[in-house]
T-cell receptor
Framework: GESVGLHLPTLSVQEGDNSIINCAYS??????FIWYKQESGKGPQFIID?????DKRQGQRVTVLLNKTVKHLSLQIAATQPGDSAVYFC?????????????FGKGTKLSVKP | KAGVTQTPRYLIKTRGQQVTLSCSPI?????VSWYQQTPGQGLQFLFE???????NKGNFPGRFSGRQFSNSRSEMNVSTLELGDSALYLC?????????????FGSGTRLTVV
């Protein structure tokens, strides 16, 4: 039969507002986390990463927060722009990112209204 | 600096056939990982190659195989294609050891099995 598509959570924000995208990760042994942005027809694009010995990391317009107690990641995008519209994935890794597989979350679709 | 190059971009194959996909990593990167992306299952890790050796493997049947050449280019093969193998196949490259800033993905090969 036909595959049922993933029901992606959707976040709709107004241009200029801040966006917060959340992710629950699965493995308490994971020690490296990445946020990716995927636009239609393209591969995932690296946004920002964080290691488990940190709880916050800032980039240009983006901030990642890590709460290991509840196995939760969030991505904050400041002053969201139409070009930020995409699907956002969190990914986790057990090897400090030096090898091995990335385990991806289901993704969140961000829509930015001009 | 060239990014990760995947060829071909699109493929249509018949059920029962086999297919080979190619990935050229970023120059100097020694690790290549492969992922399958479908609407139903999201992004799933297939395997990782580092210095011509399979270093990690996901939960896919033996019909999915890969290899890596001495120049770090990698190929992925799927034998006895099934309709459910229709997906976007992504490869990602990284230096493969030491601290890193994420994995860089190619744009993928869209495989359709009919």
């Amino acid at each position: 039969g036909e595959s049922v598509g993933l029901h992606l959570p959707t976040l709709s924000v107004q241009e200029g507002d801040n966006s917060i995208i959340n992710c629950a990760y699965s493995n308490s042994a994971s020690d490296y986390f990445i946020w990716y942005k995927q636009e239609s027809g393209k591969g995932p694009q690296f946004i920002i990463d964080i290691r488990s010995n940190m709880d916050k990391r800032q980039g240009q317009r983006v901030t990642v927060l890590l709460n290991k107690t509840v196995k939760h990641l969030s991505l904050q995008i400041a002053a969201t722009q139409p070009g930020d519209s995409a699907v956002y994935f969190c990914a986790e890794n057990m090897y400090g990112g030096s090898q091995g597989n990335l385990i991806f979350g289901k993704g969140t679709k961000l829509s930015v209204k001009p | 600096k060239a990014g990760v190059t995947q060829t071909p971009r699109y493929l249509i194959k018949t059920r029962g056939q086999q297919v080979t996909l190619s990935c050229s990593p970023i120059s100097g990167h020694r690790s290549v990982s492969w992922y399958q992306q479908t609407p139903g299952q999201g992004l799933q890790f297939l395997f990782e190659y580092f210095s011509e050796t399979q270093r990690n493997k996901g939960n896919f049947p033996g019909r999915f195989s890969g290899r890596q050449f001495s120049n770090s280019r990698s190929e992925m093969n799927v034998s006895t294609l099934e309709l459910g193998d229709s997906a976007l196949y992504l490869c990602a490259s990284s230096p493969g050891q030491g601290p890193l800033r994420g994995y860089t993905f190619g744009s993928g090969t869209r495989l359709t099995v009919v």
